[in-house]
Antibody, heavy 120, light 107 residues
Framework: EAQLVESGGGLVKPGGSLRLSCAAS????????MIWVRQGPGKGLEWVGR??????????DYAAPVKGRFFISRDDSKSTLYLDMNSLRTEDTGVYYC???????????WGQGTLVNVSS | SYELTQPPSVSVSPGQTARISCSGD??????GYWYQQKSGQAPVLLIY???QRPSGIPERFSGSTSGTIATLTISGAQAEDEADYYC??????????FGGGTKLTVL
C-alpha cells in the first residue's frame, strides 16, 4: 500500500533553519503533484506550497506567509519530497504534513505529520 | 487573497443528514475537495473534484457544487463522524487554500 512518511521536525530557535523530508513508497511518485500543509496548535489546516511533477513542468507555488523563506524540492530518484525552511518564526510552529494532490489509484494519501517547534 | 468560508460549527442528530457549506468565488471554475480530521490524526480525503468519492470512503459522504457554494452532505450521520471538516480549492493564481474548518457535533 502507498505510504508517505515525514521526518526532520524538531525544536529550532527563531531565525533558524530546518529541512523536512517526505519519503513516498508504493506509488508513482514521479507523476504525483505534492503538497505541504501545516497546522498550528489548535488551528486549522494551512496550505504551504505545491510542486508539480516534472512531466507537468515542475512548477512550484508558495503561500504568501512563507514565500521567500521556504523552498520545496523533490528527488524523484529517491521518491522524496523536501521542505527547506529558513528564517523561521514562532508562528511557523505546528505539525507539517505532506500529501498527494488529489488521488492515487483512487485514494488520498497523507503522511502522519512532523512537529516543528520554533521557540527560544 | 482568496478565501473559502465555512460555518464554524454544525450539529446533527444521529441518523439525520448534515450539510456543511463552503463558499468561494472561484468554485464555479475550480474543483472543490473535502477532508475529515479527527482529533490527533492526519486529515483524510473524503471528496475530490467536487463530487468524487475515493475508494474506502462510506457512501453516506457526498459532495456537490452549485455556483460559488460547495456542499458536503453526510446522510445518516453516525457518532464516529464527529470531527473537523475542511474544504479545499485553488485560487486562479494556482495557490491552494483551505476553508477555516467546520466542527461537526453528532448529538
Amino acid at each position: 500500500e502507498a505510504q508517505l512518511v515525514e521526518s526532520g521536525g524538531g525544536l529550532v530557535k527563531p531565525g533558524g533553519s530546518l529541512r523536512l523530508s517526505c519519503a513516498a513508497s508504493g506509488l508513482s511518485f514521479n507523476t504525483a503533484w505534492m503538497i505541504w500543509v501545516r497546522q498550528g496548535p489548535g488551528k486549522g489546516l494551512e496550505w504551504v506550497g505545491r510542486i508539480k511533477s516534472k512531466k507537468d513542468g515542475g512548477t512550484i507555488d508558495y503561500a504568501a506567509p512563507v514565500k521567500g523563506r521556504f523552498f520545496i524540492s523533490r528527488d524523484d530518484s529517491k521518491s522524496t519530497l523536501y521542505l527547506d525552511m529558513n528564517s523561521l518564526r514562532t508562528e511557523d510552529t505546528g505539525v507539517y504534513y505532506c500529501t498527494i494532490f488529489g488521488v492515487f489509484m483512487g485514494r488520498g494519501y497523507w503522511g502522519q505529520g512532523t512537529l516543528v517547534n520554533v521557540s527560544s | 487573497s482568496y478565501e473559502l468560508t465555512q460555518p464554524p460549527s454544525v450539529s446533527v442528530s444521529p441518523g439525520q443528514t448534515a450539510r456543511i457549506s463552503c463558499s468561494g468565488d472561484a468554485l464555479p471554475k475550480k474543483y472543490g475537495y473535502w477532508y475529515q480530521q479527527k482529533s490527533g490524526q492526519a486529515p483524510v480525503l473524503l471528496i475530490y473534484e467536487d463530487s468524487q468519492r475515493p475508494s474506502g470512503i462510506p457512501e453516506r459522504f457526498s459532495g456537490s457544487t452549485s455556483g460559488t457554494i460547495a456542499t458536503l452532505t453526510i446522510s445518516g450521520a453516525q457518532a464516529e463522524d464527529e470531527a473537523d471538516y475542511y474544504c479545499y480549492s485553488t485560487a486562479n493564481s494556482g495557490e491552494g487554500v483551505f476553508g477555516g474548518g467546520t466542527k461537526l457535533t453528532v448529538l
